[in-house]
C-alpha cells in the first residue's frame, strides 16, 4: 500500500510540472515581439522575411521559449546584446519550425565569442604519442549542455542565407542528432522510417565521401565526409540554405529531410543564380553548384 501510494504521489507531482510548464510556456509565447527584434531578424536573418505570417508568428514564439530557456555567456570579451541572443535563437529555432515546441532540451547554454576560437585537441600518433595542438573552430556543439559558436560567422551565415554554410544551423543540427542519445547522424525519428532513413543517409553519405576524396564539386560542404555526425549537420544546411540544388542532386536525400524537419525551404528560397558549371569531365552529373 505505501508503495502505491509513493507511486501516486510521484505521478501526481509530475502531472503537476507538466500542467504548470504548459502554462508557462504559453503565457512566453504570448508575450509581445518587439518590433527592435523584427528589425535583428531582418538584417541578420534575412530568411525571416520570407516566411509566410504563419511561420514567422510561429519563429517568433520559439524564440521566445529559446531566451526563457537558455543562457547566454559573452566569451574572450564580447559584451552580449539583444542583437547577438535574437539572431542566434533565431537561426537555431530555424530547425524548429515544423517540429513541435520543444527547445532543445539537452541544451542549457550558448557561449559567443567575438571571432573563430581556439579549441585545444588531443592528438595521438602512430607510436602512441599523445599531445595537443589548438585548432581554430567557428563552432562546437557539446553533448553536456552547450553549444559555441563565432559571432562573426553567425552572422555571417545569417546573412547569407543560399551559400549553404550556416554554423548555427550546422550546430543546432548537431544538438538535435543528439537527443537519441549519441550523435551519429540519426536523431530521434518520430513518424519517419528508420531503415529508410538509415539506407538514404548511409548512401548519400558513401557517394559523398566517393566524390570528396576524387575533388570533384558537390552541393554539400565535404566537411561532410567526415563521419555521419558531421553528415547530418551539412545536410542540414543545405535543405535550409539550398533546398532546390539539393533536391535536384539528391532527391531521396532532400525528401527524408523534409520529413524530419517537417518544412517546405524552397518558399523561402531567394532568386540565386550560381556560378557557371565546369565543363571540365571530371565534375559528374547533377552534382556541380
Not at 536573418?45 to 516566411?51: E, R, S
Not at 504563419?54 to 537558455?70: C, D, G, T
Not at 513518424?191 to 565521401?209: E, I, K
Not at 517546405?264 to 540565386?272: A, D, L, M
Request: proline share 6%.
Amino acid at each position: 500500500m505505501a508503495t502505491v501510494i509513493f507511486l501516486l504521489i510521484v505521478a501526481a507531482g509530475f502531472a503537476l510540472f507538466l500542467y504548470q510548464t504548459f502554462w508557462r510556456d504559453k503565457l512566453i509565447r504570448r508575450r509581445p515581439f518587439s518590433p527592435a527584434w523584427r528589425g535583428i531578424l531582418e538584417k541578420n536573418v534575412p530568411v525571416y522575411q520570407q516566411l509566410e505570417a504563419s511561420e514567422r508568428v510561429r519563429l517568433e514564439q520559439l524564440i521566445q521559449l529559446f531566451l526563457a530557456e537558455k543562457e547566454f555567456y559573452g566569451c574572450d570579451g564580447l559584451d552580449l546584446t539583444d542583437e547577438i541572443r535574437i539572431t542566434i535563437a533565431g537561426q537555431a529555432c530555424l530547425l524548429l519550425l515544423g517540429r513541435g515546441w520543444q527547445i532543445y532540451p539537452g541544451l542549457m547554454s550558448v557561449l559567443v565569442y567575438p571571432t573563430a576560437f581556439i579549441a585545444e585537441r588531443e592528438v595521438r600518433d602512430e607510436d602512441g604519442t599523445v599531445s595537443y595542438a589548438g585548432h581554430q573552430l567557428l563552432g562546437e556543439s557539446w553533448s553536456n549542455g552547450k553549444v559555441i559558436l563565432s559571432w562573426d560567422d553567425v552572422t555571417r551565415g545569417g546573412r547569407d542565407f543560399h551559400d549553404g554554410h550556416n554554423v548555427v544551423l550546422h550546430e543546432f543540427a548537431h544538438q538535435l542528432d543528439g537527443l537519441s542519445g549519441a550523435t551519429n547522424g540519426a536523431p530521434p525519428l518520430g513518424g519517419s522510417n528508420h531503415d529508410t532513413w538509415a539506407q538514404v543517409f548511409s548512401d548519400n553519405y558513401d557517394d559523398l565521401r566517393a566524390r570528396s576524396a576524387r575533388g570533384l564539386p558537390t552541393v554539400l560542404d565535404s566537411y561532410g565526409s567526415t563521419n555521419p555526425a558531421e553528415f547530418f549537420a551539412v545536410a542540414t544546411e543545405a535543405f535550409y540554405e539550398r533546398p532546390s540544388a539539393l533536391e535536384r542532386v539528391r532527391p531521396d536525400l532532400y525528401a527524408e529531410l523534409q520529413r524530419y524537419y517537417r518544412v517546405e525551404p524552397k518558399r523561402w528560397e531567394r532568386e540565386y543564380t550560381p556560378p557557371p558549371r565546369s565543363n571540365s569531365a571530371a565534375n559528374w552529373p547533377g552534382e556541380c553548384d
